[in-house]
């Protein structure tokens, strides 16, 4: 008789996957023929899928597919449709650097947005503070003032770990941003017992060397878990309603609910507060 467990998959190699079950981590295959219990626009096992493993004499198979409370999806140029990158994810922290690879205030909107289409609290990470923060001043309080938990850490110096550590508490939080940026090395900062590995920034790109390759669920001491990712390269949007999208802005979408007209495109609808707000230089 096959005994049937709970797990949660906590890495994915190819036919196989990391699964934690209980106190054990095993390396099992799956079924072909898996059983999912929600429909799902990606039917691949990603980190955080929740699973049910039957195990026997034999050996241990993952046979069933847990509805996802959660998706984090994203489309790469060239691939025709998105990709989930892991499941039952609570919050995610977007990291950017400090300087070096330079920050970038447009990617991280685009990671904020798919952060709020997806249900997953967005928190604001600006590493290697270390290096000077005169990049990021110019618009970073424009994030504070709009609501987000913005945390400045540098994991060199340990400055603001404990604060971003409190934030992760009994959550699984997911940790993205480009390459280089000091994703893995955050995570080091807090639990060194992950070993993470850590990369180096090219001289002549001034950009990170994809030194993460897959993304792993990784329990955290105290309850919780953390979830590293390598660096993404673009990150495009996509299946987003233009309606949708004012709702994706949190600063945008108070001014949006005074608008005249509920369904508002703030282009040249009369009795338009965004626009108001925007001429009022609010
Ligand atoms: N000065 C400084 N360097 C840092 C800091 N955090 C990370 N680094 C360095 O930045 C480089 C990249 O760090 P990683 O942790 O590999 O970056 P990553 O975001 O995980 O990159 P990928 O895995 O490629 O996506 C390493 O050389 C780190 O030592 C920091 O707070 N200050
Ligand atoms: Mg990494
Ligand atoms: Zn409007």
């Known amino acids: 008789m096959a005994e049937a467990q709970e797990a949660v998959v906590t890495a994915v190699f190819g036919p196989l996957v990391r699964v934690q079950l209980g106190e054990e981590n095993l390396v099992v295959p799956f079924r072909r023929k898996l059983i999912w219990h929600q429909d799902s626009e990606d039917r691949r096992l990603v980190v955080g899928d929740r699973v049910i493993v039957h195990r026997d004499k034999g050996g241990a198979v993952v046979a069933e ?56 609290r967005p928190i604001v990470c600006i590493n290697k503070v270390d290096q000077g923060t005169e990049l990021v001043e110019p618009w970073l309080s424009d994030y504070q003032d709009a609501g987000y938990e913005v945390y400045l850490t540098s994991a060199r110096t340990a400055r603001g770990m404990g604060n971003l550590k409190r934030a992760l508490s009994g959550k699984t939080t997911l ?25 180096s920034i090219s001289d002549a790109t001034g950009k990170g060397r994809h030194t993460t390759t897959t993304a792993q669920l990784l329990p955290l001491p105290g309850g919780g878990f953390v979830v590293d990712t390598p660096g993404i390269r673009e990150f495009g949007l996509w299946d987003l309603k233009p309606e949708k999208l004012t709702e994706c802005f949190p600063d945008i979408a108070s001014w949006a609910e005074s608008c005249a007209f509920s369904n508002c495109s703030h282009d040249r609808e009369p009795g ?8 009022d230089g609010k």
């Not at 060239?78 to 205030?105: S, T, Y």
Request: aromatic share 2%; with cysteine; glycine share 8%.
């Open 65 to 120: 597919v847990l509805p996802r409370k959660t998706t984090l999806t994203r489309k790469s140029p060239g691939e025709e449709r998105p990709r989930v990158i892991a499941a039952n994810v609570d919050q995610a922290v977007v990291v950017l650097a400090a300087k070096l690879p330079e920050p970038n205030p447009r990617l991280l909107d685009r990671l904020l947005v798919a952060c709020h289409h997806a249900g997953i």
């Open 175 to 199: 940790f993205c941003g480009p390459s280089g940026v000091g994703k893995s090395a955050l995570l080091n900062a807090i639990h060194p017992g992950y070993r993470l590995q850590e990369g």
């Open 272 to 279: 338009c507060q965004v626009r108001r707000a925007v001429e």
